[in-house]
T-cell receptor, first 110, second 114 residues
Framework: DSGVTQTPKHLITATGQRVTLRCSPRSGDLSVYWYQQSLDQGLQFLIQYYNGEERAKGNILERFSAQQFPDLHSELNLSSLELGDSALYFCASSAQGGYTFGSGTRLTVV | AQSVTQPDIHITVSEGASLELRCNYSYGATPYLFWYVQSPGQGLQLLLK??????LVQGIKGFEAEFKRSQSSFNLRKPSVHWSDAAEYFCAGYSGGGADGLTFGKGTHLIIQP
């Protein structure tokens, strides 16, 4: 157990729908990162939050958004889903440059 | 642009043989560098990391990596592989400063032959 918790582990949904992925960071870590892993794009950084504030953006689509709550858990919202959004979505938390990843949420869009 | 390159998509090694997985980076300054391993259907597990100092870094599971500034490389090594080492290996870099995500290489798929 890495200490980073992601739910759900698997999600199957239809095109056009909206889903929310949840991440709880390791105790004491203030930074949360979201990554997408797909066969064609590999592992891509989406967005970072630090203590509730957006800190950095990577290759995140406008249909995707995230937030970090006062208890430091984070949610990644994916809307108007397309078949190409099917991927493994990872959350990581960080303290002093070390990154710890959760086990991921596998999203399948049908 | 910052980048991390893993030149080998697949590597096949016999059990008990030594292993070296290649990683090259392109950053303006010395980046923080990481090696992660991913087993099928699993998350990413950190093997080792380099921030500064000693260029030979020891990690978990008997892995080590050597940072070579002159070659812009951070290759992962293991003296004797086990069948359980079969997995996908990712090299990643981070420029520092606190406001950035990791840049990953495309990964190297390690196959262990009996």
């Amino acid at each position: 157990d890495s200490g980073v918790t992601q739910t759900p582990k698997h999600l199957i949904t239809a095109t056009g729908q909206r889903v929310t992925l949840r991440c709880s960071p390791r105790s004491g870590d203030l930074s949360v990162y979201w990554y997408q892993q797909s066969l064609d794009q590999g592992l891509q950084f989406l967005i970072q939050y630090y203590n509730g504030e957006e800190r950095a953006k990577g290759n995140i689509l406008e249909r995707f958004s995230a937030q970090q709550f006062p208890d430091l858990h984070s949610e990644l919202n994916l809307s108007s889903l397309e078949l190409g959004d099917s991927a493994l979505y990872f959350c990581a938390s960080s303290a002093q440059g070390g990154y710890t990843f959760g086990s991921g949420t596998r999203l399948t869009v049908v | 642009a910052q980048s991390v390159t893993q030149p080998d998509i697949h590597i096949t090694v016999s059990e008990g043989a030594s292993l070296e997985l290649r990683c090259n980076y392109s950053y303006g300054a010395t980046p923080y560098l990481f090696w992660y391993v991913q087993s099928p259907g699993q998350g990413l597990q950190l093997l080792l990391k380099y921030f500064s100092g000693d260029t030979l870094v020891q990690g978990i599971k008997g892995f080590e990596a050597e940072f070579k500034r002159s070659q812009s490389s951070f290759n992962l090594r293991k003296p004797s592989v086990h069948w359980s080492d079969a997995a996908e290996y990712f090299c990643a870099g981070y420029s520092g400063g606190g406001a950035d995500g990791l840049t990953f290489g495309k990964g190297t798929h390690l196959i262990i032959q009996p």
